[in-house]
């Protein structure tokens, strides 16, 4: 299980690989709580009800964005921007 870890990571040293599963866990947790705060807000201001929908796009925005945050504090903003440089060729129209 580590080497299937530590290929996918592209991460040999034990340490990296911990590094990594403390940014995803820090990430995710902290996302489920501001995207909580940022849904019961519209739900009291603008007067929406929660879906799932509105649920499910918070989470996908306050995760990406936390993702950029959490790494580049840890130290592995290059990392994450590799990733997302590898998303941005998938989805561009080649000329």
Not at 3 to 23: C, M, V, Y
Not at 41 to 62: K, N, P, R
Not at 70 to 84: A, D, I, M
Request: overall charge positive; charged content about 20%.
């Amino acid at each position: 299980m580590f080497n299937k870890i530590s290929q996918r990571l592209r991460a040999t040293p034990p340490t990296k690989i911990f590094k990594f599963i403390l940014i995803f866990s820090v990430t995710g947790s902290s996302c489920l709580f501001i995207s909580d705060k940022i849904a019961s807000y519209l739900e009291s201001f603008a007067g929406l009800e929660q879906h799932i929908v509105i649920d499910v796009i918070l989470v996908t925005i306050t995760y990406q964005i936390l993702l950029l945050f959490f790494c580049f504090l840890f130290g592995e903003f290059k990392y994450v921007l590799g990733k997302y440089k590898r998303l941005k060729m998938l989805f561009s129209k080649d000329t």
